[in-house]
Structures are given as C-alpha cells and as structure tokens.
C-alpha cells in the first residue's frame, strides 16, 4: 500500500545535530573567577552587612560549580555546599530579579545539587543558590545556541500568552523533538531517526523524560517504535510497537497505550496495544469489536478502514477516548468491560447535531472540556479547502450535539494531516496547524495573542504545553 495521504509529509535529509557550548573547557564553571559572577572565597551571600551585625548571613555558601549538560547545554547542574544544612533551591532569571527556580530539596543538608530547566538557548542567565532564607552570589551563564540543524521558528505576538512551554515534535528537513519558550527559543532538544514519522511528542508522567513516536513511514509498517528520552542527559531507550499509528497515552502507573494497525482479512482496522512497565502486552481494544467492515466504505486512496488517528484516556472514568478519521467519528469506551459508551457520527441515532451544529470531516486531535464540552480539531476535505476548531457541548441525556464555538484561520487554512487543539486558561485556545508549520493561540473572539512559525521544509505533530518542566 501506498502512504496514507494524511501523512504523506515531504521527507528531506537531515543533517546531524551540532552542539555547542560555552562553558569552560572542563565543562565548569567554578569560584575561582569572581570577573564571571562565580562567589569569591568568602562563602557568603551578597548582602552588606558592614558595621550591622543584625543583619550577618547565618549560612555560609562555598564550593559552588555549574555544569551543561553535553547533549543539551541548556541544562545545568549546579553544586554548593553550606554551613550550616539548609533546604536548598537554584532561583534563576535572565535578570537579577530572577522569577524561576528549582524545586526545593525534600530535606536540609550541606551538600547542595539541584537541576535547572527552561533556559534558552544563546542566553545570558542568572543564578543563585538559596536555603533557609538567604542566598548565595549571583553567577552569570551563557548558555550555548541551539544546532544549526534545528529548523528557524519565528514568533510573533505576546510570549507570555502561551503560558509556559511548547512541546514540538518536528518532522521535515530535520527529524526531531524540541521545547521552546514563548519567545520561540528552543530550550531543549534531541534528534530523531531519519525517515520516521514524529506524530507525537509527550513530557513523561514523572516528568524526567520526552516519550515520542516514530512512526514508520511506508503504510505504518512493523518497524514503529517509542522513543524515551531522559531530559537531564543519558541514553534514550526504545520500545518496539510494530504498526505503530498517530498516537498513544500514558497510563497512571507507566503503561504506555498505543494506536497501532489491526489486520484482518485484508482489511486495515486499528486497535489499542498496552505495554506494561513490566513487559506484558495486551490488546486492550478493537475497532472490529464495534463496527462491521461490510457497512462502511474503506477508502481507497490509503486502504484503510477506521483510520484512528487520536487517543486519549479519562483516568477518574477508566475510558478511552478515540478519533477514527475515515469514519468522522469520535467514541467513548469503558476501558474494563469495553462497552461502547457513545460515539459522535454523522446520521448515527447516538448523538444527534442540533442546532446548526455540523459534524466533523477528517478530524484528528481533540480534548475532553472539564464542562463536559468537546474540543476538535476538524480537518474538513479537499473539496472546503478550510480547516476549523469546533467545539461542541454534548447532552448525553438528550443525545445532542450543539456547535458552542468554533475558529477558522484568516486567510482560510487547510491541514490535510494532523492538528492540534487544547484549551488554554481565560477561554483562550492553542491551535496547531500542523502541515501548515504554524501555532496560534488565539481569544475566545477569535483574536489572534499569539502565533509560532517555522521555515519552510518542516512541519509540527501533536503538540503540547508545558507550563513548566
């Protein structure tokens, strides 16, 4: 089989990635050079304390040391000891104002390390130890630019409007997983496998690593597989998902959901397959558990059937939320007894459009609203060339569907493959467009506060924002 025209994205080469670094040449930076913002050997914070001893620093700072990380050099690890213990923290900013820091230490002690996240890339950064109430001498760190390999990101707008992060997975002229800042700096990286699809990028559930698809690119043949990456430095791990699709979800206790291929009788359905953390495998879900081949035309231009292309998981229902896109369908399923809980489809007796609400065309991405909504990214067809945001507010008492809100690009923008929503604080919501290479996060009004680009040649999977890692 051909491959599938929702994911017939362009392949280029990809050259390697290129890291830099401005540390000292031991990877370093330690108190002996007080010109840099490193502590002199005194130890001690820099309050001025002369002739008031009310006011003398009761914790000595010393030994201090900061070092990038050698894969990704906007990590530091950064080192202090005090006399006596404290509960210790890194405050950081790109001012001596700071605004950032590490969480504290779960206990006082003398010896001191904690982690930094979030910096750009080509930055001037300020550091300071803290514990107990008082802190250290500011230290200055350049972080080093990001590779040249990285495609160009443009940003326009109000940086803090996207609150927090941005998680992209990055498929085109350059295979790979990145974080940026709302300023469009990348602040964290790691190259994929060429010649794979990156559909989906996700940050862990413990927060200490990336998990991201690649997904093969020849008919989602058996060769896909998930990537973890361990966001402080280390070798990433892969777990082989054969006919792995679009999407997966982490379950509570690590178990890693995932959309793959189910083939029977020469006809391509889709299915759940969950990989436990000790090794089990279990099929957990079937479209041909719900709906009969002979009922519904495969379309032929990618032979497949159901063609899921969105999974996500209601913990407090133990559900399972999917799109099937050659079906214009999102479901609802009890993930014990694999009852079907409800599905939102044209002329099905389920759920009915009222109200002038129209269904969804090609959808992909979605998101459950606390209020019960429904937020969809609609890729529409060919024919509209334009693709949409709707949501919609569902009665499943009276088993409607009415259009609540609903956004289009201005120009008119068609997204044949993927797409992304998610729903922001203040009613405002982030839209990734993604074969267009380009991120909004616009007003319930639909006014635009926020847009992210990227050069030509590259194009965005699922995304997702991070208001802090």
Known sequence: MSLQPCCRVLLFGVSALVLGCTAPADGAKTDSDSDTGAPDDTGTGDTDTAGDTSTLPTVAFSDLTITADPDVPTILTVT????????????????????????????????????VHGLAAATTWHLRPMGDGEGGLDQVWTTAAAPSALPILS???????????????ITGATYAVAIVDGQGRYVWWHEAEEGYLVTRAVLSRDGASVIYTQVATQDYGPDGHLVRVPLDGGEPTILEVPYLTHDFVELPDGTLAC?????????????????????TRSVVWSAFDYFDPAAYEIDESDGTWTHANALDYDEAEDAWYISLRNLDTILKSDRASRQLLWRLMPDEP????????????????????????????????????????VEYALDETANTATEAWSYSATPPLYVY???????????????????????????ADGTEVWRLGVELGHVFGYTERLTGF
């Open 80 to 115: 202090w000891t005090t006399d006596p213990a404290t509960t210790g923290f890194v405050a950081f900013g790109e001012t001596t104002a700071y605004g950032g820091s590490t969480a504290p230490e779960p206990a006082p002690t003398t010896a001191h390390s904690a982690v």
């Open 350 to 389: 389920n759920f009915r459009y009222v109200g002038g609400a129209t269904p969804t065309e090609n959808q992909h991405q979605f998101e459950l609203l606390p209020d019960g909504g429904l937020l969809v990214f609609d890729n529409g067809g060919e024919s509209t060339g334009s693709s949409r945001v």
């Open 417 to 443: 493959a993927l797409g992304d929503v998610d729903r922001l604080e203040d009613d405002r919501t982030l839209v990734t467009w993604s074969t267009a290479g380009l991120v909004q996060v616009v007003e």
């Open 259 to 279: 959309l793959t291929k189910d083939l029977r009788d020469n006809v391509v359905g889709d299915r759940i397959v969950e990989y436990a953390p000790d090794g």
């Open 155 to 169: 940003v326009s707008g109000d940086p803090a409007a996207l609150g927090g992060y941005l998680l992209l997975p």
